[in-house]
Nanobody
Framework: QVELVESGGGSVQAGGSLRLSCTDSRATYNPRNCMGWFRQIPGKEREVIAI????????YYSDSVKGRFSISQDNAKNTVYLQLNSLNPEDTGVYYC??????????????????????RGQGTQVTVSS
């Protein structure tokens, strides 16, 4: 059973925008307190790009997307969104939603480290053409 359901990927031209969605279909049972996105770009290492603390609403962005991407949440829908603006061809890749659990003293940016990761979605393709 797929627990993190992603949608919203697709193809756009450079400068365009997309919005990705990720719904936790078993939120009642998943002990996560942070969710976010990482991406796999061909030829590059996996990169965590955005995280949101689902209780505190604090956010984290990687330097590569800061100012262009925005993460938000709708707790009533158990859904996290990633707004992708000013896309460029270097953003092309597979985007994965993921959920983790952080101890109170842990910084937000480690939410999706393997030790904290609980769930991962199947990924959605984002293709940006020049």
């Amino acid at each position: 059973q797929v627990e993190l359901v992603e949608s919203g990927g697709g193809s756009v031209q450079a400068g365009g925008s997309l919005r990705l969605s990720c719904t936790d279909s078993r939120a009642t049972y998943n002990p996560r307190n942070c969710m976010g996105w990482f991406r796999q770009i061909p030829g590059k290492e996996r990169e965590v790009i955005a995280i949101i603390h689902t209780k505190e609403s604090s956010t984290y962005y990687s330097d590569s997307v800061k100012g262009r991407f925005s993460i938000s949440q709708d707790n009533a829908k158990n859904t996290v969104y990633l707004q992708l603006n000013s896309l460029n061809p270097e953003d092309t890749g597979v985007y994965y939603c993921a959920a983790g659990f952080l101890l109170p003293t842990a910084p937000l940016d480690v939410c999706l480290y393997p030790a904290n990761l609980i769930l991962r979605g199947q990924g959605t393709q984002v293709t940006v053409s020049s």
